[in-house]
């Protein structure tokens, strides 16, 4: 939704204060429909429903399309079945369908039964789509056109059905069994002689999605192609919608959302942080952190097995927060590169090698410079023995290198194994990394300060 402009918001509220509604209508009528939506829902539930109420009917359902989830709720199930029905009818069918699948099962039926038959078909035919693939964010709105037919008579057809369709900058070509076997933009209808035929003009190399495509996957096709439309076919290569591009630009802000929540280690949600509630908010983090707690003891039990080693070197108990902290943020590095190279498929499993070729120097790199620094420090600064740095400092350059090495192969054995890398991120790979920095740092100080 846009951002609100202040001054309209309290020129609207001021409006419907003083009742006067025929000005604020003609507001809304000068007003962009983003925002309007925008305006309309800052304000409370009672003035939100009359300033719907007092939009023209050809912009209600634009509008209401902007809004937000619970917004549409509250406004639909206070209308009458006749205007529920002039929303649900003009509304686009994803949108439409967007709306039914986040309603209650009884309000779902009586918007349905006041649907007109079309629009009934249309949203049936998306919601059986599963959940998340491009034809459940489909639109049944496009314009197609007959491979045999005029150019004259195509744009006839634009004009009759062009109003009702999402999208008339590209038209799809279908043969007598709707199969597409082209595309043809408007722009080419309108410089073309009305006598040329479709099929000598049209462009024969499509490229389509399928139905069951995963979104996340259709987004990457966009970004490739650079579309604004895109047609999707069913496995008999027939077409059964399109894909825009304001639909994309919602699932990448999805999808980007649900990989941060999933790598700072929170349960995905699909409602706004002020929206959520503080109970829903505490079974999204919880399990998380109670699973990384209890991964977490063992880290105390390592230390515990050293405790003689500890006790006879206390100075060693210092160093074991930077070198946790270390590790884990050179884990974290190495797996946010990785996890974001494999949502955009810059990255497959088959790159592992090579993956880990490359850490492995960075590491190393990494961990010497660290190294020197920190050996300086202790020695200068913290005034101990060489053998105490020494030790520090090559469970410093042996840590990074764990680190990175884990953090780098953990999100591709997580995608080979069909989980999403993003749960492979920095908490899970931190608390690795600390057991394996503390294994490695007491097996260095025994051994070379003969300690036990």
């Given at each position: 939704m846009s951002e609100v402009n202040e001054l309209e918001l309290d020129e609207t509220k001021e409006l419907l204060e003083n009742k006067q509604y025929t000005r604020l209508r003609q507001n809304f009528e000068d007003m962009n429909d983003a925002d309007v939506a925008a305006v309309i829902g800052e304000l409370d539930e009672e003035d939100r429903l009359k300033a719907f109420r007092i939009l023209p009917k050809d912009m209600a359902a634009d509008?209401?399309?902007?809004?937000?989830?619970?917004?549409?709720?509250?406004?639909?199930?206070?209308?009458?079945?006749?205007?529920?029905?002039?929303?649900?009818?003009?509304?686009?069918?994803?949108?439409?369908?967007?709306?039914?699948?986040?309603?209650?099962?009884?309000?779902?039926?009586?918007?349905?039964?006041?649907?007109?038959?079309?629009?009934?078909?249309?949203?049936?035919?998306?919601?059986?789509?599963?959940?998340?693939?491009?034809?459940?964010?489909?639109?049944?709105?496009?314009?197609?056109?007959?491979?045999?037919?005029?150019?004259?008579?195509?744009?006839?057809?634009?004009?009759?059905?062009?109003?009702?369709?999402?999208?008339?900058?590209?038209?799809?070509?279908?043969?007598?069994?709707?199969?597409?076997?082209?595309?043809?933009?408007?722009?080419?209808?309108?410089?073309?002689?009305?006598?040329?035929?479709?099929?000598?003009?049209?462009?024969?190399?499509?490229?389509?999605?399928?139905?069951?495509?995963?979104?996340?996957?259709?987004?990457?096709?966009?970004?490739?192609?650079?579309?604004?439309?895109?047609?999707v076919v069913d496995n008999e290569k027939r077409l059964v919608g399109i894909v825009t591009v304001d639909d994309i630009v919602d699932i990448l802000q999805e999808e980007a959302t649900e990989d941060m929540e999933k790598m700072a280690a929170i349960v995905p949600s699909d409602k706004p942080y002020l929206k959520t509630g503080v109970f829903e908010t505490w079974k999204k983090r919880i399990p998380w952190l109670l699973l990384l707690m209890i991964s977490a003891t063992f880290t105390g039990r390592i230390i515990t097995s050293f405790e003689d080693a500890l006790s006879a070197c206390v100075i060693l108990t210092a160093y074991i927060p930077m070198l946790m902290d270390t590790g884990g943020n050179a884990g974290g590095q190495a797996s946010v590169t990785i996890i974001r190279g494999i949502s955009l498929n810059e990255i497959e499993f088959s790159d592992m090698m090579h993956i880990i070729w490359k850490e492995f120097r960075v590491a190393i790199i990494c961990g010497i410079t660290l190294a020197c620094a920190n050996f300086a420090k202790l020695l200068w600064f913290d005034h101990v023995t060489a053998v105490v740095a020494g030790v520090v400092c090559l469970t410093l350059v042996i840590t990074v290198l764990l680190a990175k090495l884990v953090g780098c192969t953990l999100p591709l054995f997580a995608k080979k194994l069909g989980f999403d890398p993003a749960v492979m991120a920095s908490p899970f790979i931190t608390t690795i990394v600390d057991a394996l920095s503390l294994i490695t740092y007491f097996q260095i100080a025994t051994r070379l300060m003969n300690l036990i």
């Open positions: 509008i209401f399309a902007y809004l937000e989830v619970e917004q549409q709720q509250g406004i639909i199930t206070s209308m009458s079945d006749r205007e529920a029905a002039n929303i649900i009818n003009n509304l686009m069918a994803d949108d439409a369908t967007d709306l039914l699948e986040e309603m209650p099962a009884n309000i779902v039926k009586k918007l349905l039964a006041a649907a007109s038959p079309e629009t009934r078909r249309d949203i049936n035919h998306l919601l059986r789509y599963p959940e998340d693939s491009a034809g459940s964010i489909m639109t049944v709105e496009y314009v197609d056109l007959k491979e045999s037919s005029t150019v004259e008579e195509a744009i006839a057809r634009i004009r009759k059905i062009g109003l009702d369709s999402e999208t008339i900058n590209v038209c799809y070509v279908l043969d007598p069994q709707r199969t597409l076997v082209g595309t043809v933009a408007l722009r080419y209808l309108l410089l073309s002689p009305p006598d040329a035929v479709i099929g000598e003009i049209m462009h024969e190399n499509v490229i389509a999605v399928n139905t069951l495509m995963d979104q996340e996957e259709v987004a990457r096709q966009f970004q490739k192609y650079d579309f604004t439309a895109m047609p």
